[in-house]
């Protein structure tokens, strides 16, 4: 799309704070506007300028009109006497888009108030409107001989000097002047490129931050011989689902987001689901594993009879990272016809979760991300994952430290991996690692959630965590969830009981159907540097018949260099 080029001449003329002056018709005037709040400057220092002509107004900042502004910058402007509100984004230098509104203007509403305050010499009048619960006062004076404002509120009461908003936000004018040359912009050549309202905010949005695409829409099913891509790997029977994704090289500290959303593509049930990172750094990873056979990972055994497979971190190995642990509702989209009475299901489930810690791991680097969902359907799932980065935050001036522990969440279930059921012995879970230095406020991020299908399971007992450190008790709680019922919208194929009460709204282990289950951070102080030892243990219930407990429980240790 093409650029329109705003060009000022410094040919301008002052007017005093006193002058009160009559605006000549037919010239252009620039009213140069500054932010504060509860009486202090706004960070934002540029100032907000308006370039008021006989044919239309522009409302921009002083960044913008230096060329000094970083993208993406915006504009707008409201054409005489038409009223017509024109907004201009400018993305990138070659990339400009526009929309317009051809009522915003005119079906303002005011209530005006014959209190008056005196602005730059001219003697204003209050007009108040709402916006969006906002109170908005706007001070204007009818003298001027003119009609402008800061924003696309009160075009047309006459020149508004100052907004305020709820009573502390100000926008307020500091000088006017007149400009001898100005060049007005070609509306006509912006409305040959119009695109709607809603794309316009939504491509404005998109472009304040990055966003990885990883998956789109991607069958999780299990099949015998998965089919993979050239960028997509399926393993595990088509529950796993895995791409390398490059992440931009940031300075800052970004704000850094997982969004997932999953429908029902044919399985009704309620399934564990996890976003992880698979860690290629040591001589062995999942990779092998995947690719090869389960039997490629390093054995955990804990003398309860049983071994678990690439559970723990070794020195040779490091276990998934989990970026987010989720949990699929109950056939959400495909079994949406099961109705109900004043119930109208979600057609799929979003999820969101701030991943920011783990950024460090990542940055700069190619990475594999994978998505695992537990289902033997041969429709399974389907999901779409996408990370954003908003870099936003200060540069770090310390130097952290991440380490995967342990994650006995079993990925590859459907090709063999042992279900975490090392809790049954009283030495649970147990890893043991090196710091080669200090670490400062040592944390770990701890996800954990219990399983176990009948009524004496653990997915519906309450059972006390516990976290060891070098064979101390660090922190103990009881992971419980009892807000499920919250998310019955997402569930239309959840069973229902003679008792009212839908499956998917009683209480659970730290997880609802259709829900993210949160990492709860445990301090665990500073710690010297050499060996180490954390242990998580579980009284874990006993097997019933042909059915078992299992706990699904990762760690990663974070702290500062």
């Known amino acids: 799309m093409k650029h329109f080029y705003i060009l000022i001449l410094s040919v301008l003329i002052s007017f005093g704070a006193n002058a009160q002056a009559v605006l000549k018709s037919g010239s252009t005037y620039k009213i140069t506007y500054f932010r504060s709040s509860d009486g202090k400057p706004k960070e934002d220092r540029n100032a907000m300028v308006v370039l008021a002509s006989a044919t239309q107004n522009l409302i921009s900042n002083v960044a913008i009109l230096d060329n000094k502004a970083k993208y993406p910058y915006e504009q707008s402007i409201v054409t005489k006497p038409a009223g017509i509100l024109f907004q201009l984004a400018d993305l990138s230098i070659k990339n400009q888009i526009a929309t317009a509104d051809t009522l915003a203007i005119s079906k303002q509403t005011f209530e005006l108030s014959n ?190 009879g049983k071994q678990y497979q690439g559970v723990v971190a070794t020195v040779n190995y490091n276990p998934v990272i989990e970026l987010m642990r989720f949990f699929t509702p109950f056939g959400v989209g495909k079994y949406n016809n099961l109705k109900l009475k004043d119930k109208t299901w979600a057609e799929k489930v979003y999820y969101r979760q701030d991943v920011s810690e783990l950024f460090p791991l990542v940055n700069g680097k190619e990475v594999w991300i994978a998505v695992f969902i537990g289902n033997y359907d041969k429709g399974g799932h389907k999901v779409s994952l996408n990370i954003t980065l908003h870099n936003g935050g200060r540069e770090k001036e310390v130097k952290e430290v991440i380490l995967p522990l342990f994650n006995s969440t079993n990925v590859m279930e459907m090709a063999g991996q042992e279900y975490a059921t090392m809790f049954s012995s009283e030495k649970g879970l147990e890893v043991a690692f090196t710091l080669a230095k200090d670490l400062k406020d040592a944390r770990l991020r701890y996800i954990t959630t219990g399983h176990g299908g009948w009524g004496n399971g653990d997915e519906f007992v309450p059972r006390k965590n516990t976290i060891w450190l070098d064979e101390k008790e660090a922190f103990a709680f009881t992971p419980w969830r009892q807000d499920c019922g919250s998310y019955r919208l997402s569930n239309p194929a959840s069973g229902n009981f003679e008792t009212g009460l839908s499956s998917s709204d009683l209480s659970r282990s730290n997880w609802c159907p259709g829900t993210v289950t949160n990492p709860n951070w445990i301090s665990l102080g500073d710690l010297k540097a050499g060996k180490h030892t954390v242990k998580v243990t579980i009284p874990m219930g006993k097997p019933e018949g042909g059915s078992s407990s299992a706990w699904n429980v990762s760690g990663v240790l974070l702290g500062v260099d």
């Open 115 to 304: 209190e008056t305050k005196v602005i730059l010499g001219y003697t204003c009048k209050k007009a108040t409107t709402v916006v969006n619960s906002n109170r908005i006062d706007l001070w204007y004076t009818s003298d001027a001989g003119i009609k402008a404002a800061p924003t696309s509120l009160g075009q047309n009461l006459g020149l508004v000097l100052e907004q305020v908003r709820n009573g502390n936000s100000f926008i307020t004018a500091t000088k006017i002047e007149e400009v001898k040359k100005f060049k007005v912009i070609d509306i006509q050549k912006i409305s040959a490129n119009l695109t709607d309202g809603l794309s316009y905010k939504d491509l404005l949005w998109k472009s304040r931050f990055t966003t990885l695409n990883v998956f789109n829409n991607e069958q999780i099913n299990f099949i015998e011989k998965p089919q993979s891509t050239d960028s997509i790997f399926r393993f595990a029977g088509g529950t796993v689902i895995a791409r390398k994704v490059k992440f931009p090289e940031l300075k800052n500290n970004p704000n850094v987001f997982v969004d997932l959303t999953e429908q029902s593509n044919g399985d009704a049930y309620d399934r564990t689901g996890s976003v992880f990172i698979i860690p290629t750094d040591k001589q062995i990873s999942l990779m092998d594993a995947l690719k090869n056979s389960v039997k490629d990972l390093p054995i955990y055994d804990n003398g309860n």
